[in-house]
Every structure is written in structure tokens, then in C-alpha cells.
């Protein structure tokens, strides 16, 4: 009788409820952990090759991501404990070649046993550690007695890395909702207001959490920085027009340019990485950014003599940089490359590199024949990708009818004094502003004039040098480009100086 009445306690109604809730809590962390692992191995060998497919937020919270706060969770703290987990792996020996080879996991896993919840875990992996967690335990007490620590609690402050506080902002994506609508559900659970620079940007409390909110899930706001939010409006593109963005992974200032334009119009987002043009799609997608088409390409083979690129009005150039403004936002100092030590002139080389890739290509969006308004900009703090590039890209820009031009004239920050014009130059300061950005904006002034020789070829002397004695000069598409639109322009320009008087009766009949 008393063994009937336990069968009966154990299968009562409440018990199956608490005994589903619980595996379906088993299954989503189990499901979160492999989430965690592939992310963590993506980050690892981007930080290993100094190549990131994105930032560890990015690629967290992207749409193929379903438990995005557990992962996330996840991915950094197996990252601020890093160092330690490879330590104790390596110590215990416990891992064979199976297992190596999915080390990410491993990593996670061992997270959650030594320094987080583990009181359940299912699945192959996570039984074979908590088989050898003993052995685990063992090597992290053999380890607080290397690095004198008396304690976890003490080795676990010693890696605690604290976080930035900065506000949170939110874009409101308006070819899905309305400005108003959005204050009006945000406001519901949290202090918000409009930014007084940006528009259809709001401004939420530091640490609120909106990575699972329906908005965000469905693409009506998007989670975007201020500096990151002033690209796309200093563009200004009209509805209608024929925009290129010229870099556009992952895609938040694509989709901000369609919201500017009203949808009308359309966007070119050109990509050359074959990992980030999916992301790139999926942001349209969720966007609703229908005017938007996509281009797996290199911008810098994109012939500006071609249809329909003869006829780009604008062009937005956020191009590859150190993201040194961003490494905050980014939670870089989570990666193991930060803080390693690497020699200046390691750094200071990638540095050139990354320059001379923005140069050519700053030019090569200035050659389009077109083209009215071109924004350049980068998220880093370094002069060498920002004013430099500017200065060194002047000549060719007003050889070609560009002035820079002031944008957002209410912003206090300018670019540094290291270059003619750097009062038009916009930066935000990553300790005032939580995050370093740098904006230059191009705007056409004139047709295309005679003297653009010679700034050419000094835009170009540092990309067309020879390497060895002998060697044939190589030059990028933009040089040709150019010259072409200079061939054609050239013989309009002498008839007119030989003859001004009849120019001038052609352009007074056409009018």
C-alpha cells in the first residue's frame, strides 16, 4: 500500500509539470552550450588570425542564434576564464583526440562544472567531464596554489574584467515602425528618450537587456551605437537614388540607409567576405529592406564606368579598420590577443596596411562619375586611418570637384588639427562618448577639371610603387577608371578654352 501511494505521488500531476519544466530547461542550456561552443570557435580563430568575422555581441545576437542570452553569457564568461580552463585542461590530461577537436565546447563545459551552475548537464560531452570532474577540481586547487590565491572567489576577482557603462541605444527601424509607437512600448519597462542629435535614435539606461524583446526580435529596432547611427545620416541619401554601400557586413548601416530614403530608391551592398554576406542578408531580411541588393564582390573591382554604377548618386565607405574606437562595445579585452604585448611595430605595420587598403579604396568611391556625396568613415581612434587618409586623399578629391563638408555642425568633437579642412572632420571620443568613431563626408562642387593628373598620380605613388627594380607597376581600378573619365572630359575642356564665347551660347540655348 505504502509503495502504491509513492508510485502515485511521483506520478501526480504536479510532479510531471516540474519534471517537463525541468528537461525543457536541460535541453535549452544543452542547445545553448553548442550555440556557445560555435560562436567561442569562431571568435578564437578571428582573434587567432586577427581577421573577425564580426564581435562577439554581433555574432551572438544574429538571427541564427535562438537562446541569445544564455550564449551569450556563455561565450564571455568562458572567455574572462579562459586562461584558467585551458590551464586546468592541460593540467589534467583528461582530454583525447576526440575531445580536441571540439575544444570549445570543452571549454564551456568546464566553465559551467568549475565556475557555474553544472548542478545538471546533459549530453555526451558534458558526461564525460562530470565523470572527470574530480580530476578537473583537483588541477584548478593545484593552480590557486601556483598563483598564491587562497580561494576560487579570489582567482575568479583576479580575472573579473568590469564592463564600460554606457547608455544603451536603440534605432528605431522606421520602415517597420513608427517613431511614437516605439516610445510608447519601450517606455512600458524602462526610462526612455529620443537622442537630441541623431534622429529615430533613443536612449535607454546603461545594462538594460533587450536582446530578447519583440522589437528586437523582429527587426523594428535595432540595437545600434550613436557614433555607428551618425554614418548613415551624414550620407543624407534622398529617396529614389542609388546608393552604394561599398563595405556593408553586417549590415545595420544598410538597413539604416533604406529607412532613410522611405524604401524608395535603391541600395547596393557590395561584400567581399564570404562568412559575413550571410549575416548581411539576414539583417535585410529582418529589416524588411526591400530596396536593398545585396553583392558578393570586392568594391574595388566594381568598374565605376559599368551600369548601373556609372549612375550611383552616393556612397557610403565604412571600410575595414583596427576598431581600436569599438574594443570596449566589442568586449575585445575579453580575447586572449588583448593585453598580449604585441611590439609597436607589429601593430604600426597592420596599421599601414589597413591604410593603404582605405586609401584606395576612399579614391576609388570618389571616382564613380556620378556620385554627388561620399561618407567616409571608420570606428577607430587612429590618426593614421582617419585625418591621414584624408589628407592624403585631398588633392585627388578637389581635382575632382569634392569639398569636405560639415557634418552634424552641432557636434562639438573635430578631427585634429593635422589637416586642411579637419574643422568638417567629425570624431566621437571613446571616453566621452563611451566609443571612438571618425566621419568625413565628400561633397561634388564641381565637374571634373583639368590639373587632376598630378593629384592622381600623388594619391597613387604609395599604391603603384614598384617592389624590385624592373618590376611592372600595378594600379588599382580606380586609377583607370579615372583616367578614362579624364580621356573622355579632355576634349569637351579644350574646345571650350579655345573657344569659351561659343560654350557659352551652347549652354545659354540649352537653358
Known sequence: MARSKKRASATSPGNKAENRRSGKAERSAYFARREAAKVLRTVLQGDAKRRAVGSIKSLVYSPSIRNKRGTFALVCQTLKYLSIIKDVLDSSKILNSKWKRQAELMYIISYDILFGQA????????????????????????????????????????????????????RVNTLKLDLVLALQELQKQNMVHEDDMVPDLLVLPPGVDLHNHPLVANGSIFMQGRGSSMVAVAL????????????????????????????????????LNKER??????????????????????????????????????????PSCSGSGTTAVRLDHLLPSHGTGNADATNLDRLRKLQAFQTKALAHALSFPAVERVVYSTCSIH????????????????????????????WPRRGLPLVEGSEHLLRTDPVQDKEGFFIALF???????????????????????????????????????????????????????????DGRRRQSARK
Open 277 to 318: 554576406i550571410q549575416r548581411l542578408k539576414e539583417t535585410v531580411k529582418l529589416a524588411g529592406a526591400a530596396n536593398v541588393e545585396v553583392l558578393h564582390e570586392d568594391f574595388l573591382n566594381l568598374n565605376p564606368q559599368d551600369p548601373p554604377y556609372s549612375k550611383v548618386h552616393a556612397i557610403l565607405l565604412d
Open 383 to 410: 590618426q593614421i586611418e582617419n585625418e591621414e587618409v584624408i589628407k592624403s586623399i585631398l588633392p585627388l578629391a578637389s581635382s575632382l570637384g569634392f569639398e569636405l563638408e560639415t557634418s552634424f555642425p552641432q
Open 119 to 170: 548542478a545538471s548537464l546533459i549530453g555526451d560531452a558534458e558526461k564525460f567531464l562530470l565523470l572527470q570532474k574530480d580530476a578537473l577540481q583537483s588541477a584548478l586547487a593545484q593552480l590557486l596554489v601556483k598563483k598564491g590565491m587562497k580561494n576560487i572567489k579570489e582567482l575568479m576577482a583576479c580575472q573579473q574584467i568590469s564592463d564600460t557603462s554606457r547608455p544603451r541605444y536603440v
Open 236 to 271: 543624407q541619401p534622398k529617396p529614389g537614388w542609388l546608393v552604394l554601400d561599398a563595405c556593408a557586413a553586417p549590415g545595420n548601416k544598410t538597413v539604416h540607409l533604406a529607412a532613410l530614403m522611405r524604401g524608395k530608391g535603391k541600395i547596393i551592398a557590395c561584400e
Open 443 to 501: 561633397v561634388k562642387r564641381m565637374k571634373l577639371g583639368g590639373g587632376s593628373s598630378l593629384a592622381l598620380e600623388n594619391v597613387i605613388s604609395s599604391c603603384g610603387k614598384k617592389s624590385h627594380p624592373g618590376e611592372r607597376r600595378k594600379f588599382p581600378m580606380w586609377y583607370y577608371s579615372v583616367k578614362m573619365s579624364k580621356m573622355l572630359l579632355r576634349p569637351r575642356l579644350s574646345a571650350y578654352r579655345q573657344h569659351p564665347q
